[in-house]
């Protein structure tokens, strides 16, 4: 029944930014950890930002002191400001639910297309 809608994707040059969103519709989203994960053609989903519901985050390495996860609970949207964009950064990124971030009741969005390149 939840519906997650990511948007804000798109083409942009190396070094340039983009921000994504997701929007949740249902329950309140301070219940919810919730995330930003990746996968390319031909590659496994990775994990790129997660945010619970008081604020903590955990980023990858590969995007530390790049990208930004945020959460707007009035909104039930969660962000992912992505500064300093490489080639390798080109995925499908979607967004994440999980009830209180036990890994067990989890949502996924359809994802949004990523695409850096000069």
């Known amino acids: 029944q939840v519906q997650l809608v990511e948007s804000g994707g798109g083409l942009v040059q190396p070094g340039g930014s983009l921000r994504l969103s997701c929007a949740a519709s249902g329950s309140i989203v301070n219940f919810y950890t919730m995330g930003w994960h990746r996968q390319a053609p031909g590659k496994q989903r990775e994990l790129v930002a997660r945010?619970?519901?008081?604020?903590?985050?955990v980023y990858a390495d590969f995007v530390k002191g790049r990208f930004t996860i945020s959460r707007d609970n009035a909104k039930n949207t969660v962000y992912l400001q992505m500064n300093d964009l490489k080639p390798e950064d080109a995925a499908v990124y979607y967004c994440?639910?999980?009830?209180?971030?036990?890994?067990?009741?989890?949502?996924w969005g359809q994802g949004t297309q990523v695409t850096v390149s000069s």
């Open positions: 945010i619970t519901g008081d604020g903590s985050t």
């Open positions: 994440k639910r999980d009830f209180l971030g036990r890994g067990t009741n989890v949502a």
